[in-house]
């Protein structure tokens, strides 16, 4: 590094930009590589030109990988593989490894480079009640509490949990040992959820003291702390630009923090049967038919809003509690498109389990109307028109989000998750336009965040993993 220092010391800035230029154009042409029986010289510059259209569109942050009618979702056959930790909370993919945190406070490394296996356990940590105490020695220190959010860092030299205790904890990757503790020094400050900005050593933590809080990993100290929700923050997502979206819970709201410039963007959710019933009014477009079939469809109140996904810089969705998907723009304050019951209602409950009386047209009186279930977690392929969505329903939904990027349609279903899906990732892997992708989901039989669910008969603790092929 000194001789490439001292070789190009007397250059100007033009000659380092026309010298950075020429070599990132080598190293796309090593990318596509390949002999060819036609004229290689133009297929080159044809995909070269591709790469760098697509390149400056990242940096953009627009969307630009229309992927979504070339995943064979008919070939997909999943893969289940059982863990023996107590209930799985979330998990993070920095390929070629993924991270499982769970309730009895175990971090575990698994090795998912090879698509046609199951994920590989290689190294794992618990934390435990010894753990109470922060010692003045890192590696001596872990999480005394549920640990309930994990993220990997861009360069793969670390992996951050939070948890319960109210703490971060920064982990080496290697050997999972301790490197830092990073307390939130609040009475409510449970750790819910972290993301890293893409290329970055940027961390932001989404509390439940209702505080968005940013860090620099590298330096291991605390940069800012954000202010504007009214309840606990309950997810948190960010992409490449220095911002990132969280979400609210019960105050039914998204915020786009702007950290830079020290703003925000509120967006409010909250949809309610009166201002939906106006709308239908409104609505002079509309066949009969078609109103008809609106008049049916029966109307569930939002009443938390528990997990959010960025597809772009412009473009977010988020999952509410009465089973709506909502696509938000940073244009509108408002949803653009909302998808009910995205997964279904429940099935109605026999009324000799919801009464004790013994009279049967009482009892039918007294049966709970049935109720959607909850998104639990979303994730969107950055800067893509796919994204996932999970429940306890038996089913991770794949939707696709049409080209005016206005509305979103189902796209098909990944079978046989059973349980509750608490968090979903993916890992790419293969030649450029022809990835494949692995669909990797933390499942368990409890909600992250308590014991109020129940998931149904068949409901393991265990990695779910789907590969899609294109």
């Known amino acids: 590094d000194e001789d490439s220092e001292a070789e190009f010391a007397g250059e100007s800035a033009a000659d380092k930009r026309r010298r950075l230029a020429k070599q990132y154009l080598e190293n796309l042409k090593q990318e596509v590589g390949g002999d060819y029986d036609f004229d290689a010289k133009d297929l080159d510059d044809e995909i070269i030109s591709k790469r760098l259209k697509e390149d400056v569109a990242e940096t953009k942050g627009h969307v630009y990988r229309f992927i979504a009618d070339n995943l064979l979702l008919s070939d997909v056959q999943p893969s289940i593989t059982r863990i023996g930790s107590k209930a799985l909370t979330g998990l993070s993919v920095r390929f070629p490894y993924a991270y499982t945190i769970s309730k009895d406070t175990e971090l575990v490394k698994w090795d998912i480079s090879d698509f046609k296996k199951k994920p590989l356990r290689l190294k794992h940590t618990k934390g435990g009640k010894k753990f109470t105490q922060i010692d003045s020695d890192p590696s001596k220190n872990g999480h005394s509490d549920e640990i309930l959010t994990v993220a990997a860092s861009p360069d793969g030299r670390y ?80 992409l490449g630009q220095e911002r990132c979206v969280t979400v609210g819970s019960r105050d039914r709201c998204a915020m786009l923090w702007k950290i830079a410039d020290e703003t925000r963007l509120t967006f ?27 008049h049916e469809e029966k109307f569930f109140a939002e009443g938390s809003i528990d997990c959010v996904s960025m597809i772009d810089d412009t473009y977010f969705v988020t999952g509410s509690d009465n089973g709506s998907i909502s696509l938000w723009s940073l244009a509108k304050k408002k949803p653009i498109f909302i998808q009910h019951c995205a997964h279904g209602v429940l099935p109605s409950v026999a ?31 950055p800067y893509s028109n796919v ?27 990944l079978p046989n998750a059973k349980g509750i899906v608490t968090r979903i990732d993916v890992a790419e892997s293969g030649p450029h336009g022809k990835e494949s992708i692995r669909v990797i989901a933390a499942m368990s039989k409890e909600h992250r965040l308590g014991r109020w669910i129940d998931a149904g008969r068949g409901a393991r603790n265990h990695i779910y993993s789907a590969v899609i092929d294109q």
């Not at 971060?168 to 900005?197: H, K, N, P």
């Open 351 to 381: 009324s000799d389990k919801a009464s004790a009386e013994n009279d049967p047209a009482l009892r039918e009186q007294q049966v709970p109307q049935p109720q959607p279930y909850w998104i639990t977690s979303l994730h969107a392929i």
């Open 159 to 238: 992996v951050i949990t939070g948890g319960r205790d109210k703490r971060i904890i920064v982990w080496s990757t290697e050997a999972l040992a301790c490197q830092r503790v990073l307390e939130t020094r609040d009475r409510r400050g449970e750790v819910m959820g972290l993301v890293f900005r893409r290329g970055s050593d940027q961390l932001y933590a989404a509390c439940a003291d209702l505080k968005v809080r940013t860090y620099s990993i590298n330096q291991f100290a605390q940069l800012e702390i954000l202010y504007g929700h009214q309840d606990t923050v309950a997810d948190i997502s960010a």
């Open 387 to 413: 994204f996932f969505s999970g429940s306890w329903n038996g089913t991770i939904k794949v939707w696709k989000l049409e080209d005016n990027l206005r509305s979103f349609t189902p796209l098909g279903e």
């Open 268 to 294: 409010r959710g909250g949809e309610n049967e009166k201002k939906k019933k106006k709308k239908r009014r409104d609505d002079d477009e509309m066949d009969l038919d078609d109103k008809q079939e609106e």
